[in-house]
T-cell receptor, first 110, second 114 residues
Framework: EDQVTQSPEALRLQEGESSSLNCSYTVSGLRGLFWYRQDPGKGPEFLFTLYSAGEEKEKERLKATLTKKESFLHITAPKPEDSATYLCAVVFGSARQLTFGSGTQLTVLP | GAGVSQTPSNKVTEKGKYVELRCDPISGHTALYWYRQSLGQGPEFLIYFQGTGAADDSGLPNDRFFAVRPEGSVSTLKIQRTERGDSAVYLC????????????FGSGTRLTVV
């Protein structure tokens, strides 16, 4: 069965404490892997798209990487405003829609 | 518009009632998607429109759910005979063209069935 699994479910960090979030996928014909940020009461906000293994993208304190089985979202020296739920999603095969994981709820303490 | 607009932002309805949820996509975006998100879960795909037609409705859970996009812009998600299990946040997203992955989401409609 095609799956997207995110870990951990929740993560608490001290401000400045770097860490990584994981997104593993078991789908055939990956056509793109997406990272979104979601704040409470809001819709997902696009962060990155990765298309092929070895690709990396960066935005401020965030860096996303992709292998053939998983993606990592690295957060360097996080700040409290980075607190949010981070969602991973894939597009695969002939599908046009995103298939999401359950997300990682990140809390950054001051 | 500047973003994807969804109305109402909150809807409380009684079990068995009919509801309509509206999505106004970004102007010029030809692709429109509906998702449903339960607490603590990622969004779950419902239906995808390319222009006026439903290109993929494989995510609709049953025939109580229906969606239209008559003029290729605004879309309405319609739920008949609502059940308590329909309670969730319903998200709409749009993208500029088919095969484009620039999905922009609205803030959603929180539906509560009591």
């Amino acid at each position: 069965e095609d799956q997207v699994t995110q870990s951990p479910e929740a993560l608490r960090l001290q401000e400045g404490e770097s860490s990584s979030l994981n997104c593993s996928y078991t789908v055939s014909g990956l056509r793109g892997l997406f990272w979104y940020r979601q704040d409470p009461g809001k819709g997902p906000e696009f962060l990155f798209t990765l298309y092929s293994a070895g690709e990396e993208k960066e935005k401020e304190r965030l860096k996303a990487t992709l292998t053939k089985k998983e993606s990592f979202l690295h957060i360097t020296a996080p700040k409290p405003e980075d607190s949010a739920t981070y969602l991973c999603a894939v597009v695969f095969g002939s599908a046009r829609q995103l298939t999401f994981g359950s997300g990682t709820q990140l809390t950054v303490l001051p | 518009g500047a973003g994807v607009s969804q109305t109402p932002s909150n809807k409380v309805t009684e079990k068995g009632k009919y509801v309509e949820l509206r999505c106004d996509p970004i102007s010029g975006h030809t692709a429109l998607y509906w998702y449903r998100q339960s607490l603590g879960q990622g969004p779950e795909f419902l239906i995808y429109f390319q222009g006026t037609g439903a290109a993929d409705d494989s995510g609709l859970p049953n025939d109580r759910f229906f969606a239209v996009r008559p003029e290729g812009s605004v879309s309405t998600l319609k739920i008949q005979r609502t059940e308590r299990g329909d309670s969730a946040v319903y998200l709409c997203a749009s993208s500029p063209a088919d095969r484009s992955y620039g999905y922009t989401f609205g803030s959603g409609t929180r539906l509560t069935v009591v």
